[in-house]
């Protein structure tokens, strides 16, 4: 026996000796993405072995072998022609997880990803939930960079944030301070249920108990190569044998332009900025977003990256209050001048409520939830036109999926 022979199996041994150590005193959690083995150590110093790695994780890791490379080099990849708009999609049936990436012709694209986080209630979102980052192997430099979370925007050279994991809910219309997170909602499963290049519809189906009734919560969200948005319709439905209300919360601190930062954030609107605490009418507007300019009333410049987010209420179920505030859950009135000026909290809140729904009855709410455009000669925002993912959505709507 060489000399290399017999370090070669001294290295072998000493390999599955550490295995075997790792794998005797380890936890496991099995996502069932196999992206890779990983090997977290938790917040009490033990070894945890995983798949996946989800928001939050990264900073845990002592051991990474990632397989998606390796896969790559052996199925030689999927090429896009130059030019063209594309999808890039993983979407996980089973837990209704993944992530889109909508590329433009010159090769920038807007990241959206869904469940790959742990929301407000410190569990695993199942669904079309936004939130979360892409698998470790797809970040460039192996680590997670944080504006590459949630929603974003790559430009060819940085990444621009836009939304962050949606502070989403259902509470019970006699309730409304008790909100239910949407990790706790037992998931129903998930489907592809149309899927090219071009487009993509994903569903997946929930329910919950609210004061005792089951409802059903349907969600649809569709794509379409090049557009820096998905359209979503929710649908709730009373499965139950008595009439019960619901309140349904949908909103964001997104911290537009740089991940963990309200600063220069200021809302926006149709015909003007917000500055300041406010509800504005549902009903006289149709969208509004949060803008990177610098808010004058908190004393901030405009030297900010300009970017600026959107969420559009389609007409139907419109919401019943849409307000401003550096604080989820209340707001002052325009009147009263408070700036918008938190560091880390500037938030944007749709609110449905309360709503009665009799046994076998449904109502279905519709936004659209992305990037805006930007005016070429001022740079303020533009809402995009969102008619194409709409249009795409309503098919599958009227067809019950």
């Given at each position: ?104 012709a ?95 519809v ?89 803008f ?10 405009h ?16 919401p019943?209050?849409?307000y ?11 009147k ?31 936004i ?14 533009v809402k ?18």
């Open positions: 026996m060489t000399i290399f022979e017999s370090w070669r199996r001294i290295v072998c041994i000493c390999a599955v000796v550490l295995v075997g150590i790792l794998v005797s005193t380890a936890h496991f959690h099995f996502y069932g993405h196999l992206e890779g083995l990983y090997a977290l150590r938790d917040k009490n110093g033990a070894i945890v072995l995983t798949d996946d790695l989800i928001l939050g994780d990264e900073d845990q890791v002592v051991f990474a072998f990632p397989v998606e490379r390796v896969l790559g080099f052996f199925r030689g990849g999927v090429g896009h022609a130059s030019g063209i708009a594309h999808l890039d999609t993983e979407w996980f049936r089973f837990d209704g997880s993944g992530y889109v990436r909508s590329y433009m010159d090769g920038t694209y807007y990241l959206m990803c869904f469940s790959r986080f742990i929301d407000s209630a410190g569990l695993e979102t199942k669904g079309l939930f936004v939130g979360g980052g892409l698998p470790f192997d797809l970040n460039g430099d192996q680590r997670v960079t944080m504006n590459e979370t949630g929603m974003a925007y790559y430009n060819g050279k940085e990444w621009l944030h836009t939304w962050c994991n949606v502070n989403e809910s259902i509470a019970s219309g006699q309730h409304p301070e008790a909100p239910i997170a949407p990790s706790t909602w037992r998931f129903l499963g998930s489907s592809v249920t149309m899927k090219t290049d071009e487009e993509l994903l569903t997946s189906n929930h329910e919950v108990d609210i004061d005792g009734t089951p409802f059903r919560v349907e969600r649809i969200a569709s794509f379409k190569a090049g557009a820096r948005h998905t359209t979503l319709a929710i649908t709730i439905r009373n499965i139950g044998r008595n009439p019960a209300g619901y309140y349904y919360v949908y909103g964001d601190e997104p911290w537009v332009g740089d991940y963990g930062t309200s600063t220069g954030n200021v809302g926006w609107i149709q015909d003007r900025l917000i500055k300041y605490e406010t509800a504005i009418s549902p009903l006289n507007y149709g969208w509004a977003g949060y990177d300019y610098g808010n004058e009333a908190a004393g901030e410049s030297n900010q990256s300009g970017t600026a987010n959107f969420i559009e209420w389609q007409d139907g179920l419109r019943d209050l849409v401003f505030s550096n604080k989820i859950g209340t707001f002052a009135e325009e009263d001048r408070v700036p918008l000026a938190s560091p880390n909290n500037r938030v944007i809140m749709l609110q449905w409520g309360p709503r009665m729904l009799v046994p076998g009855q449904s109502e279905t709410i519709i659209s939830v992305g990037m805006a455009d930007a005016n070429p000669v001022t740079g303020f925002p995009p036109d969102t008619s194409g993912t709409l249009h795409l959505l309503i098919p599958y709507l009227k067809s019950g999926v």
